[in-house]
């Protein structure tokens, strides 16, 4: 006997509006930061191999450790504006944010 399965966009959508004011304010807060680890992370990595440099290598340029970039660059760590600016100078490149 095969059991029923309900579709994913259901279940979030029924979690979501069980939840609280705060919580939802809460995880839609986590999912922003999230997003942005993510994207950030992507255009690390790909500035990175598009420079042809290691890990390593951009670490020492950019006076931090490979650990840092690697942290970075899978999302695990959200890097400040002066690491990203160091970044972007350890690629020959500036730090330009736009709305």
């Given at each position: 006997?095969?059991?029923?399965?309900?579709?994913?966009?259901?279940?979030?959508?029924?979690?979501?509006?069980?939840?609280?004011?705060?919580?939802?304010?809460?995880?839609d807060a986590?999912?922003?930061?999230?997003?942005?680890?993510?994207?950030?992370?992507?255009?690390?990595?790909?500035?990175?191999?598009?420079?042809?440099?290691?890990?390593?290598?951009?670490?020492?340029?950019?006076?931090?450790?490979?650990?840092?970039?690697?942290?970075?660059?899978?999302?695990a760590q959200?890097?400040?504006?002066?690491?990203?600016?160091?970044?972007?100078?350890?690629?020959?490149?500036?730090?330009?944010?736009?709305?």
């Amino acid at each position: 006997m095969t059991q029923p399965t309900t579709p994913w966009d259901q279940v979030r959508d029924d979690s979501l509006s069980a939840m609280s004011r705060a919580d939802r304010a809460a995880y839609d807060a986590a999912s922003v930061e999230a997003e942005a680890r993510l994207e950030l992370a992507e255009l690390v990595y790909n500035a990175r191999t598009a420079a042809g440099l290691s890990q390593t290598e951009l670490a020492r340029r950019a006076g931090t450790r490979q650990a840092v970039i690697s942290a970075i660059e899978n999302g695990a760590q959200a890097p400040g504006g002066v690491m990203l600016a160091r970044i972007a100078h350890a690629l020959g490149g500036t730090l330009r944010i736009a709305a």
